[in-house]
């Protein structure tokens, strides 16, 4: 990269900087005020105690809790603790396996007249599951008026681990060994494909999940294809139907259509209670609380389908309005310090036009907010310390670059624009990076819009509108930025109804723009 001769910023384009920067920070407030609006979502008919049937319960929320651990054991103190919590809003739980201490489930569920929908989990090896389906029998057969059905089995057939002749089988021997009912579940289009399974089970529990959906579903028409499915599945089977799942993420990436919200979630979950009332659907809701560890199968969206998060704190209430972000208070103080810490190196730097000053301060503020909103996005998603040095150290770069580039306008100095440019070279290595992994590998990564969007936005404005020369070697420059453009146009066509995607198209545009090499170098080669 070649570092050439310095001049100090014009007073017009001090007062472009300062004025970019204010707009940046009109558009931040706005955003603000938007979050701290109550949203009025549906409000559904409840039984008379506001408790809802039956929800997914999966203990396996603290750190380093997980099923695929199979050395994982849950102590009955903390299955007591979660049911006591649940059991203020639902009147039952469902559970997946009875091993790994789940076991305990039901006589925990007794003590406080809550009801079980019993798992046996079945998996690739025989040997495991007929200790799994021996160990649930035993479970169901003694606690008979707490267990409300034995479900034999998980979307096992979606996974392909067992054929349909060894449910079969699996599930007869449930129904020869105990008097419960038995069932087994899977996503409804399995069920159509394997309707002869009918035949072995008391009723059919099906899983309709419109976020994952082959045809993801909005927020708006989730409920309206719940309707259609269960229509369909009426028409197909003739015995009682459970919804054995259905629910909606909080946090993660955007499928085509189907955005994850707090406020999109309770939208979901609140019509579909309504419609399960106006309809006496039997349903079970995933899930009661967050599950980190299911980030790993299923990137971050995996990991929030919890009304309740990993502290048991509630998301939202099923009644009353909701307001989109409780954090307000913390995005605030972040861009006090933002402020601060800017305003500071105006002073430093003996910063005197006042109009500059309200530039750095503007500037500070949105880095602020920008530097929460970053680390919030980094804990949601990064699952181990290789995402945290990656993603994390990503974050970092980008914060080096706004402060570079604000070193910039306070002091006209090679080694800054040497930090500038060895920022954008990594921001762009790590674009091309995170689209190509989008196209060929994309179902559960998310795009990484809040690490780039400030540094993009700030480069590109340096580069195009204060001629600051960021620019790369000619040849280099060139080649990465139209490779970058075109893998962000194949993310669009791949996700063509996908609003994430053309919001990162914009910011991969703006960073080819920055980088661009100008047909003419200019004898001020930074200004």
Not at 320 to 345: C, T
Request: charge should be neutral.
């Amino acid at each position: 990269m070649q570092i050439s001769q310095v001049k100090a910023l014009s007073t017009k384009l001090l007062w472009r900087f300062s004025l970019f920067n204010i707009v940046l920070l009109i558009g931040l407030i706005i955003w603000l005020w938007q979050e701290t609006k109550t949203i009025n979502v549906i409000q559904p008919q409840l039984p008379a105690d506001g408790k809802l049937q039956c929800v997914s319960y999966s203990p396996y929320y603290n750190p380093g809790q997980t099923p695929l651990n199979p050395n994982s054991f849950i102590q009955p103190a903390q299955i007591d603790h979660d049911l006591a919590v649940l059991s203020k809003q639902f009147n039952c739980v469902r559970i997946y396996s009875v091993s790994q201490g789940l076991g305990y489930v039901p006589e925990a569920a007794s003590k406080l007249g809550m009801q079980v929908y019993l798992g046996a989990w079945i998996g690739w090896v025989g040997a495991n599951n007929d200790k799994e389906l021996d160990l649930a029998i035993s479970i169901a057969n003694k606690y008979p008026k707490t267990v409300k059905a034995l479900i034999v089995g998980n979307e096992v057939l979606l996974r392909g681990e067992q054929s349909e002749a060894a449910m079969q089988g699996y599930l007869l021997k449930a129904q020869q060994l105990t008097d419960v009912p038995v069932t087994y579940a899977d996503v409804w289009e399995f069920w159509r494909k394997h309707p002869q399974l009918e035949s072995n089970v008391d009723f059919v529990t099906v899983h309709i999940l419109p976020y994952w959906e082959d045809d993801p579903q909005s927020v708006a028409q989730a409920n309206h294809h719940v309707v259609n499915v269960m229509s369909l599945l009426k028409d197909t089977f003739k015995k009682p139907i459970l919804i054995g799942e259905t629910g909606w993420p909080s946090i993660g990436r955007q499928r085509q259509v189907s955005q994850p919200s707090l406020i999109n979630q309770a939208t979901y979950l609140r019509g579909f209670l309504q419609l399960a009332h106006d309809n006496g659907w039997q349903y079970n809701l995933i899930e009661a609380i967050d599950q980190p560890w299911k980030r790993d199968l299923e990137g971050t969206v995996g990991g929030y389908w919890g009304m309740y998060d990993t502290a048991l704190a509630p998301k939202f209430a099923f009644t009353g309005d909701i307001q989109p972000r409780n954090d307000i208070g913390s995005i605030v103080l972040a861009g006090l310090l933002g402020f601060a810490l800017f305003l500071g190196l105006a002073f430093y730097f003996h910063v005197r036009q006042g109009y500059v000053k309200l530039g750095f301060a503007a500037a500070g503020t949105v880095f602020g907010v920008s530097a929460w909103l970053q680390t919030q996005y980094l804990l949601s998603a990064c699952r181990n310390a290789l995402e945290w040095t990656t993603l994390g150290g990503l974050a970092v770069v980008g914060w080096l670059m706004v402060i570079g580039l604000v070193l910039c306008v306070c002091q006209s100095h090679q080694r800054y624009l040497l930090i500038v440019k060895t920022c954008a070279f990594i921001l762009l290595c790590a674009a091309i990076s995170a689209t190509v992994l989008l196209i060929v590998d994309g179902r559960y990564r998310d795009f990484p819009i809040s690490l780039f969007a400030l540094p993009v936005l700030q480069l590109s404005f340096a580069s195009m509108l204060l001629d600051i020369d960021v620019r790369l070697q000619r040849v280099l420059a060139y080649a990465m930025s139209v490779v970058l453009v075109i893998a962000a146009l194949c993310s669009v066509y791949l996700e063509a109804y996908n609003v994430s995607a053309y919001y990162w198209l914009v910011l991969c545009g703006l960073l080819a723009a920055a980088l661009w090499p100008k047909h003419q170098l200019s004898t001020r080669s930074l200004f």
